[in-house]
């Protein structure tokens, strides 16, 4: 098992195994992978607690609510600049990831890994299903087990073909969000700017796109129903997904997460995420990812704000740069996590960082349930009320909580309790949880 204090040695790969696939052991791990995973697990909550705390608007519109004093723009501006998309790209990267460190201990092995990889993954939707509608509705494991059934067929392309492909799919978000935009913007001018003019097909047609499309200013309502019970939020939560998954993972979800699925599949085919390639490699990702990637988000940056965060202009244009930039920002992200670890740097804090993303799916939905009580009716009812400065102070909170939590919980058990049921299941046996006693 890996101490708290020692990692694993990035390079150590897949030892010869049973002639059973089985889940992963933690002499089997990539500790430059889980390290990965749990820098990217802790920032999405930087950017999903925005979710959990404020009105939907608040990603559109971020001076409408959550506090604009210099010191909530500067929290804002610096989330949206390393975090905002670029975290959620990082975690989709990793995922494809995964499936090729599947497939290489099932080669190993000499075994099918075809019946074991689509019962992890209807598990895993199963998780996301529940998570979605018991718990939050910012949900992204419903997004990942769709992507995860379309992408097994791709797992043995060269891995230039694979982020070629990758590259593509990611794109094919934008177009369809234009177009979006577009029809948007016709119906404006043929309806009217109070939507009284034309025919009543196209007034309808334009309330039913503008209610998909466009968070609701009317945060005092929305406020409102998150400081009702768990009953009422449960009924408009199930509305909500219900209306909402499949054209949100049409658009959205689905091209950017399965795009980038693939682009990590092929990285990790390069090696790219296990700390084994060359210093000269991985310093030359970072500064390219973050000179390429921070200039066209931050241009980004520039373009909303200087037209007033207009939800249709960033449809049809600004927003697209935060899309874009976020994967050359996440690769900064992953060459500067590589020197970190293939130098042995901050070996204190990796070590955590890497317990944290073992347990990812735990973790996970430990961010859920704790912002939920914190945040709704049924726990503390304090939805609308903290703005941003305020809500940095809950996620050091939490990462602090997960930081400790996770390498303690390691120490005694093999798996976090959601690995460990999601393994179990997977491949319908009950494992042992405790760690093995030396």
């Known amino acids: 098992m890996t101490s708290e204090s020692t990692l694993t040695p990035a390079s150590q790969l897949l030892p010869t195994a049973p002639t059973l696939l089985t889940p992963v052991s933690p002499n ?10 749990g820098v990217a697990l802790l920032g999405i909550l930087s950017i999903n607690i925005w979710g959990f705390a404020l009105p939907g608007i608040a990603f559109t519109d971020p001076p409408f609510v959550g506090g604009w004093s210099a010191i909530n723009r500067g929290v804002w501006g610096l989330f949206h600049l390393l975090c905002e998309q670029k975290m959620m790209s990082l975690f989709s990267m990793l995922f494809g990831a995964g499936l090729v460190v599947m497939v290489q201990r099932s080669d190993a092995r000499g075994m099918s890994l075809t019946g074991i990889y689509y019962r992890r993954i209807s598990w895993l939707l199963l998780f996301g299903l529940c998570h979605a509608f018991l718990l939050w509705d910012g949900d992204i494991l419903v997004p990942y087990a769709l ?9 043995r392309l060269r891995p230039s073909t694979q982020i070629v492909l990758g590259v593509l799919v990611f794109l094919c ?3 369809p969000t234009i177009g979006v935009g577009l029809k948007e913007l016709h119906l404006q001018q043929v309806t009217g700017p109070d939507n009284d003019q034309g025919t009543e097909e196209q007034r309808q047609t ?3 796109l503008e209610g998909l499309i466009f968070p609701s200013r009317d945060i005092d309502a929305e406020i409102e129903r998150h400081h009702q019970g768990y009953a009422a939020q449960f009924a408009k939560r199930a509305e909500d997904n219900l209306s909402e998954f499949v054209p949100g993972f049409l658009l959205w979800s689905g091209p950017r997460a399965g795009g980038l699925m693939l682009i990590g599949m092929g990285l990790m085919q390069l090696g790219v995420f296990t700390a084994t390639r060359s210093y000269r490699f991985y310093t030359t990702l970072a500064v390219l990812g973050y000179f390429l990637g921070l200039l066209v988000v931050g241009y980004g940056i520039l373009e909303m704000t200087s037209h007033g965060f207009d939800a249709l202009r960033q449809i049809l244009w600004s927003g697209h740069f935060n899309y874009i930039g976020s994967l050359f920002v996440a690769l900064g992200h992953v060459g500067l996590v590589m020197i970190i670890c293939k130098a042995g740097l901050l070996s204190w804090l990796t070590a955590r960082l890497a317990a944290v993303g073992r347990m990812a799916l735990s973790n996970y939905l430990m961010q859920s349930i704790l912002c939920t009580t914190i945040f709704e009716g049924w726990g503390f009812g304090l939805f609308g009320k903290p703005d941003r400065i305020e809500l940095l102070g809950v ?15 390691l120490r005694y058990f093999r798996f976090g309790p959601m690995e460990w049921l999601w393994r179990s299941l997977t491949y319908w046996r009950r494992y042992p949880l405790l760690a093995v006693q030396t």
């Open 28 to 37: 089997e791990r990539i500790a430059s992978i889980d390290v990965l995973r």
């Open 147 to 155: 992507c995860g059934f379309v992408l097994y067929p791709f797992r």
């Open 206 to 208: 334009r309330r039913e």
């Open 395 to 409: 996620v050091a909170a939490i990462w602090l909580v997960q930081l400790a939590f996770s390498p303690l919980w």
């Open 173 to 175: 978000q934008v177009p």
